[in-house]
Structure formats: C-alpha cells, structure tokens
C-alpha cells in the first residue's frame, strides 16, 4: 500500500517558485468551473425532483445567511467541519490520511459526556474547560492507536481510523441506549448533561462560541506549519518521506504527532458538538462531517488557515439544504453530491491535462507563447514536473502551462 | 456448552453463507481493480449506490423474476459509471487515486440516498419489497444439518458465491489473468510488450465495479428487502480489508470473507439469545477484527507494486 499520499504538491510548488500571480488566477478559475460545474449538477437533480433551481439556491443563501438566526445556524454546523477540516489537513500535510475524524468526534463526545456527568456540580469556569478538555482527549486516545500502530506495525492509519469509526459510534451507541441512556427519549439519547458545562450562546438563534476555538486553532495550525521548525519538518515529510528522512527527520515522531493532534482536534470537535448544540451524546452525532472535512482539506489544498473559507461554504449549503428539505422536500444528502461533484470537478481540472485545458481559457496565455524559455514544453508542459527549469522567474514559470508553446498532438 | 453449540448452529452457518456473499462479491470486484494498480477508496459508497439501484427499480416494477434481474444489472451499470468517473480521473488524467476515491465515495453516499428519496419519498414506514424465494436443492437439502447450511438459500447466494471460480479462473488461469496481473505489478513492462495497458486496466474496472454494483442489490433484494442510508455500515469498507486480508488471492479473500461474516451472524446467534452482551459489541467485532488481521497480516503482505500510482508513459522511472 502507499504510504505517503502526495495531494497537489504543483500548485504549492507553483506559488513558491515565484508564479503566484499566475497560480492565484489559475487557482480561482479552476475553483470557480468547479463551482459553476457543481451548480450546473445539482440545478439539474433540483429540477428532476420538482423544484425550481434559482429559488432553491435563494433558499439556500437566504436561510443561511439571510437572518442572525440562519447565520447563527451555519457558524455552529461550521464548528465541527473547520476542526474536522483543520484535523485532515494538518495530517495530510506530512502525508497521512487520517479518515477518523467521525470516530473521533464520537471518541470526543463519549468522554467529554463521562466527565460532565461525573464532575456535576462543578462551576461552569471550570467544569466547561475540563469537558472541552476531556474531548481533546478522548479523540487524541482513539487517533493514538492509528499512531501507534502505524509507528510500530507500519499499518496504514487510513483503514484503522475507518474501522475505528465504526467501534466508537457503536460505544456511543451503546451509552446512549444503555449505561446513560434517557429512559424518557426512547431513542439512543443520554440524559442532559450538567447546565454549566453547555457553551455560552454567543447569537440569538443558539449560535454557540464553538466558532471562537475553532477558527483561531485553524490559524494556529496554520502558522505552526509555516513558521515552526517542526511545521517545516511537518511538511519536508508530507512532501517527500524518505528525503525528510535522510535530512534527520524522525519518521515516527512526526507521524504520531500528526495523527494525535489531528485526533485531538476530531475530539474538541465532538465535545463541542456535545456542550453547544445537542447537550448530551447522541447517535447521529456527526451526519458525515468527517468525510465532508476530508474533502474540505482536499479543497483548501492541506492548509489549515483555506480550510475556514471552505468549511463555511460547506456550513452554509448544509442550512440551506435543512431548509430546502423543508420547503421543497429536498433530501439533506444532496448536499453531498452537491459537495462531492465540487471536488470532482476540480480535482480534474487540477491535473496535468486538466491545467493545459484551464490555461487555454486564460487571456495570459498567449504571453508565455513570446517566452519561449530554454526549458522548452518537453520538460515543462508534463504534469508532475511542475515549473520549468526556469522555474525561480515568472516568465520561464509561465511556460509549464502556456498553450502556445505546446507542440501540436501534445494537448488533451 | 449451549454457547459453544451456537457457534456451529446450522442457522448460523446458514446465515454465515448469506452475510458472506455481498462481502465476496464486493472484494473480489476490489481485487480485480487493485490487482491492475487501482486503489478504489469509493467503495462504500458504490456498494450504497448498487443497493439503492437494485431497491428502486423493485420498488417502482415490482418483484418478478424479470425485474430483479434488471435491478441487479441496473445496479451494476450504476456503479460502472461512477468507476468510468474514478477510471477517467485516475487513469485518464492521472489524478490522485485516494483523493478521487474518497470524492466518489461523497457521491455514492449521497446520491444513493438522494435516489431513494426521489423515488420512495418520505414515509413513515419504510417500504419493503420482500427478498427473493428460498430454492431448496431437492434431496440434497434433506441432508441433516449440511443440507440447512448448504443448499437453502436464494439463487443470488448460490451464484454470488460461485463467482470466486470464474474470477480466480481468469486472474490465474488465462493469459488475460497475467496480464491483468502484470499491469498492477509493472505497468511499464505491459506497455513495453505492446500490450493495451489501458485496456487492460479499464476491463478490469469495468468487470470490478459490476460485481461491486452487485454485492450492493444484494442488501435489499436479498438480505433486507428494504433501504436504509446506512444499508452499507461499513461493509464497503469490511470488503476493502479483506483485500488485504487475502493477501490479494481470490480464495483467501473467500476464506476471509467466511471469517468475517461469521463474526457478524454471531450477532444475530447472540444478539437474540444473549442478554448479557450488549448487541453493540457484537456489532463491533468484525471492526475490532480487521484492526487486528491488518496488524497481523499488514507487515507480509505485498500489495501490487503500482498500487495507487498513476502511469505516465514518458516519465523514466
């Protein structure tokens, strides 16, 4: 199996070689077909079942972020998704692929339950940071086996953090119908948790501070990777292993900090999902957040920071896809085509035969017809290769996809 | 000694059979796609798509011979065309095979459900449309306790299990088998022979996502007799790892496929005998069980070299 997965290493490689103006373009055309691609989909399935496309996506924008109570809505369903997202991304950028995030929530939500339960009556100043606390735990203990078992077996943390998935929404499963269970609910429901350990409402209409953790532990992971010596290492590894490896790097350390923190994160994720919105566990906890935040990773290419701007995207087609259910019966998984046909999309048009058709439909193309660096389209015009030889200036950059300097027969 | 009964009870074995036939039909469609070097994360998501199809089509013709078998076609065809999506991305374009894979998955996961409900709507009750007849083989389901395992079930389980002949058969008893087999392991060799590597790649995907479009139809049409969103739990996933489990061999998978569907009908032996276990851990099990065959079986195990790597005709290596 692979052991590093290497997610669009060009358009990092792009902007660091000094073509950011160029790959900033790129980037947002490339992004915005996806989007115009995804509305064209889904504007298509609205309208098989029955419903008018341009009122639906109003419906969408209006409900929410039309009224405090809407926004309010979508900064909660964010919270989850930027930690999830944050989760991903920090992993992937040292090349692990940590698919647990909904375990991990889960993981989060058990413990963070447990010790509200246990410390009731606690002062909510310190009963609500040691339940959050408890999260991070409960998600760092679940990702550690993954971590564990990658460091000293070498298994793949993907299909472990999978099946984990399953065994910690069983447990939550069987806590909520058994040990702590609302014997009044009747479905896989506990018992409320104590009221000083819910987070304060920030918004009418329940928007919860959740939002005020998140975003600034989005940054932070962010920074660490950029400006850190271990970040760096972060990255070496996520960008070639085995180089990393003979630079001095210690594989293993780097690997169990990736999954560890990234559970962590999973599980303040599932705490808050328990203090600020349901109050206690619950089944269906996390309606696949953390396949959602795997593709918002993917979409903010492994930074933590582009994750903030995805995760809201995604928060606010989740509301409007509530409110849609309501009003034209459209089911809340339309918004994982809706999300999933975005990806696809883009992911197509970022590789190599995808960019030479983008940059065809760049004006600046023609510039770099003129260039005609000694780099020449055989090295540059491949995908993988990335910038030119000439790679440090813009113009020699801007060969790697200039149409024109393709010989005949070489394009899509 | 009641309990130790139970875990050879004919009902169960009998079951065992049942449960095991989807997760054979869906690893070996991923055996197939991973032996030509295509890692295919969107499985679950295929297998929730092939038994939305398989539901739909039953629901809205009704049950009859014939329209069952046009579900389980229609499911295959579905599923062939989210892998011609994965096989255009991967093979065509060379896009990253885990971030393509987990994208199809989204889909699958929701367009299965978006289906259902375009179809059935929502209602209170789920609508069943029944699983298939029993086909009792004459005399031979006579015989005590073999005949109740053996040779009681539906027409889907009989073939669904017989699959493993013919595709162990082409894997390693033609030359098409070799050459499928040489295209997951170098991939540069096949196409320095002049053999039709993309062919021979897109066949085998072609052929995998079918029996997965199968194992999918066969949730409902002969396992549930309805639909769920979480019709899959994991099952998608549970065939990705007996892969691994066999080692990439057809009939180790089979062996594998056996195991794990025995660890999950122990929850229907268990789940109803047993109050002392709670269900939720006999759920667990076939999970806590994969962990532990892949930190078993992961060190020896070698995966076909060009797993997972996209091939560039011009590039050296």
């Known amino acids: 199996m692979t052991d590093t997965v290497v997610v669009d290493v060009e358009a990092e490689v792009d902007i660091a070689a000094g073509g950011r103006r160029d790959a900033i373009i790129e980037i947002a055309v490339i992004y915005g077909l996806g989007v115009i691609v995804a509305l064209l989909v889904n504007a298509a399935l609205l309208a098989a079942l029955g419903a008018n496309p341009v009122t639906a996506y109003g419906t969408i924008v209006s409900s929410a972020l039309g009224s405090v109570g809407g926004l309010a809505q979508t900064l909660n369903r964010m919270t989850p998704l930027l930690l999830g997202a944050t989760a991903v991304a920090f992993a992937m950028r040292a090349g692990y692929v940590n698919l647990g995030v909904d375990g991990q929530i889960y993981a989060g939500a058990i413990l963070a339950t447990g010790v509200a339960f246990l410390l009731d009556g606690w002062p909510a100043w310190l009963l609500l940071p040691v339940v959050l606390l408890a999260g991070v735990v409960g998600g760092g203990l679940l990702a550690s086996i993954p971590a564990w078992l990658r460091a000293t077996r070498g298994v793949n943390e993907l299909f472990v953090t999978v099946m984990l998935n399953f065994v910690a929404l069983f447990l939550a499963e069987y806590l909520a119908t058994g040990p702590w269970t609302d014997p009044v609910a009747g479905e896989a429901i506990t018992v409320p948790i104590p009221d000083a350990a819910n987070l304060p409402v920030m918004l009418p209409g329940g928007g919860h501070a959740g939002i005020l953790l998140a975003v600034p532990i989005a940054v932070a992971a962010s920074w660490w990777l950029l400006r850190t010596r271990r970040g760096f290492e972060f990255r070496a590894v996520g960008a070639n292993s085995l180089a990393a490896r003979f630079g001095g790097v210690r594989l293993v350390r780097i690997g169990v900090i990736a999954l560890v923190v990234a559970g962590a994160l999973g599980g303040l994720a599932g705490s808050i999902e328990v203090t600020g919105v349901h109050s206690r566990l619950l089944t269906g906890l996390t309606p696949n957040f953390g396949y959602m935040a795997v593709l918002i990773a993917v979409l903010a290419r492994r930074s933590p920071v582009a994750t903030i701007p995805v995760a809201f995207a995604f928060a606010v087609l989740i509301v409007g896809a509530d409110s849609l259910q309501r009003s034209v019966n459209l089911p809340a998984s339309a918004v994982l085509v809706f999300q999933a046909v975005v990806v696809v999309t883009i992911l197509a048009f970022e590789t190599p035969r995808g960019r030479r058709w983008v940059s065809r439909l760049l004006p600046g193309s023609g510039r770099s017809a003129t260039d005609g660096s000694p780099g020449g389209p055989s090295a540059a015009g491949r995908g993988p290769g990335g910038p030119g030889p000439g790679g440090d200036d813009v113009g020699g950059h801007a060969t790697g996809r200039g149409a024109g300097t393709q010989p005949a027969g070489e394009g899509a | ?317």
């Open chain 2, 1 to 317: 000694m009641e309990f130790l009964a139970g875990l050879v009870d004919a009902d169960m074995l009998r079951t065992t059979l049942v449960v095991a036939t989807p997760l054979l039909l869906a690893s070996l469609g991923e055996l197939l796609l991973e032996r030509v070097g295509l890692l295919n994360l969107a499985i679950e998501g295929m297998v929730a798509v092939g038994a939305a199809v398989g539901f739909c089509l039953v629901f809205v013709l009704g049950r009859s011979a014939p329209t069952v078998i046009a579900a389980i076609v229609a499911a295959a065809v579905a599923v062939i065309l989210i892998g011609a999506i994965f096989g255009w991305l991967t093979l065509q374009l060379q896009a990253n095979q885990i971030t393509v894979g987990l994208a199809l998955l989204i889909l699958g996961l929701g367009a299965s459900s978006l289906l259902y409900r375009g179809v059935v709507g929502v209602t209170t009750t789920p609508p069943s449309i029944g699983t298939l007849p029993l086909w009792r083989i004459p005399l031979l389901s006579d015989i005590p306790y073999f005949g109740r395992i053996l040779f009681q079930h539906d027409l889907f389980v009989y073939v669904g299990l017989f699959v493993i002949v013919p595709v162990w058969w082409v894997l390693y008893r033609t030359p098409l088998g070799l050459r499928l087999r040489a295209t997951g392991e170098s991939p540069k060799a096949v196409d320095a022979l002049g053999l039709p590597l993309m062919r021979l790649r897109w066949s085998a995907l072609v052929a995998g996502c079918a029996l997965i479009g199968i194992a999918g139809s066969f949730f409902p049409l002969s396992l549930v007799g309805g639909y769920s969103d979480d019709i899959a739990s994991g099952r998608g996933w549970l065939a990705l790892m007996l892969v691994i489990f066999g080692r990439w061999r057809p009939w180790t998978i089979a062996a594998g496929a056996l195991l794990f569907a025995w660890v999950e009908a122990l929850q229907f032996q268990f789940g109803v005998t047993s109050k002392a276990i709670p269900p939720q851990f006999l759920r667990m099990l076939p999970y806590v069980l994969a962990i532990i065959v892949l930190v078993r079986v992961y060190g020896s195990a070698q995966a076909p070299a060009a797993l997972t790597k996209p091939y560039d005709r011009e590039s050296r290596f």
